[in-house]
């Protein structure tokens, strides 16, 4: 048997996008140095126009969910993105992040305090040239700061117009249900892949809840990548690649799932999207779930 899975979700029940988007936070640094665990994340690309064209490129191909945060390569991942798309289409949602300072290249730390929230919102604006962040995320949860105030200082930016919806990001269940008891929770970016599923009750609660659960890092499989692996056998089986295979999976592994790949390749930037035409079936589906 054989499941169809949506092509769209509504975050917050009035900005439908594609249920493939777009994280940009690799493009930052040189192309030597972007990938991989230990990269910093820290400097505007080095490879400026090339990066440029596949912020375009995803436009072109229809991707209409962009994230990037504040805090990838200190505001020029959110000047890279104005450059490249604004003005942008009516149908873009562009989400960001605050709330995780960079003391260093290899340092995030977060930081909750309202005064530090609300500067960062108005540097974002600028840098994003809007006047209404779409999906505003708190990046990290400060355990210094109550979570009512950093929450709150989200709601009253929502309050005054310059947020459209609030995400959170990296958080628990108990975690998402205290800021919902503050304000509507509009989606949640928790690290999810076919591998790494510490996070199955915070998607299940939020598909409950019609709360879009936007997994980063979506195709770090690690050893299920390997040419010899489970899932690269399954892939040759549908006529797809492993990445197309892992984002299948997560497209039906429920129905509020927007996963945010990133590439500065566009080659692979078109074949993720085109993970949003791959159909799984019941027995296929069920042999990655066991993996």
């Known amino acids: 048997?054989?499941?169809?899975?949506?092509?769209?979700?509504?975050?917050?029940?009035?900005?439908?996008?594609?249920?493939i988007g777009y994280g940009a936070m690799r493009l930052t640094d040189s192309p030597e140095t972007r990938n991989g665990g230990a990269a910093h994340i820290w400097r505007p690309p080095t490879d400026r126009a090339a990066v440029i064209a596949v912020l375009r490129g995803a436009a072109d191909l229809g991707v209409?969910?962009?994230?990037?945060?504040?805090?990838?390569?200190?505001?020029?991942?959110?000047?890279?993105?104005?450059?490249?798309?604004?003005?942008?289409?009516?149908?873009?949602?562009?989400?960001?992040?605050?709330?995780?300072?960079?003391?260093?290249?290899?340092?995030?730390?977060?930081?909750?305090?309202?005064?530090?929230?609300r500067q960062q919102t108005e540097l974002s604006l600028r840098r994003l040239r809007v006047d209404r962040i779409d999906l505003l995320y708190l990046h990290r949860i400060d355990p210094n700061v109550p979570l009512a105030d950093q929450v709150g200082t989200l709601r009253q930016l929502r309050e005054e117009g310059?947020?459209?919806?609030?995400?959170?990001?990296?958080?628990s269940v108990a975690e998402l249900r205290a800021a919902m008891d503050i304000t509507p929770i509009a989606a949640v970016q928790n690290?999810?892949?076919?591998?790494?599923?510490?996070?199955?009750?915070?998607?299940?609660?939020?598909?409950?809840?019609?709360?879009?659960?936007?997994?980063?890092?979506?195709v770090a499989m690690g050893e299920h990548a390997r040419p010899d692996?489970?899932?690269?056998?399954?892939?040759?089986?549908?006529?797809a690649t492993p990445a197309q295979v892992a984002l299948a999976w997560l497209l039906r592994r429920s129905k509020t799932v927007v996963p945010i790949p990133g590439t500065a390749s566009l080659t692979h930037l078109?074949?993720?999207?085109?993970?949003?035409?791959?159909?799984?079936?019941?027995?296929?589906?069920?042999?990655l779930s066991a993996l």
């Open 1 to 19: 048997m054989t499941t169809t899975t949506s092509k769209s979700f509504s975050i917050g029940g009035d900005l439908p996008v594609r249920r």
């Open 64 to 117: 209409n969910l962009i994230d990037t945060a504040d805090s990838y390569a200190l505001g020029a991942n959110e000047e890279l993105i104005a450059e490249a798309l604004h003005p942008y289409g009516e149908d873009l949602v562009v989400a960001t992040k605050i709330g995780n300072t960079r003391p260093g290249p290899q340092e995030w730390v977060p930081l909750g305090h309202p005064a530090y929230l």
């Open 162 to 171: 310059k947020v459209r919806h609030i995400g959170l990001s990296e958080v």
């Open 191 to 218: 690290v999810y892949n076919l591998v790494a599923r510490q996070h199955d009750a915070v998607l299940e609660f939020a598909a409950e809840h019609d709360i879009a659960f936007v997994p980063y890092f979506p």
């Open 229 to 239: 692996s489970p899932v690269a056998a399954l892939a040759k089986e549908i006529g």
């Open 270 to 287: 078109a074949e993720n999207i085109d993970a949003l035409d791959i159909t799984l079936s019941d027995d296929q589906f069920a042999r």
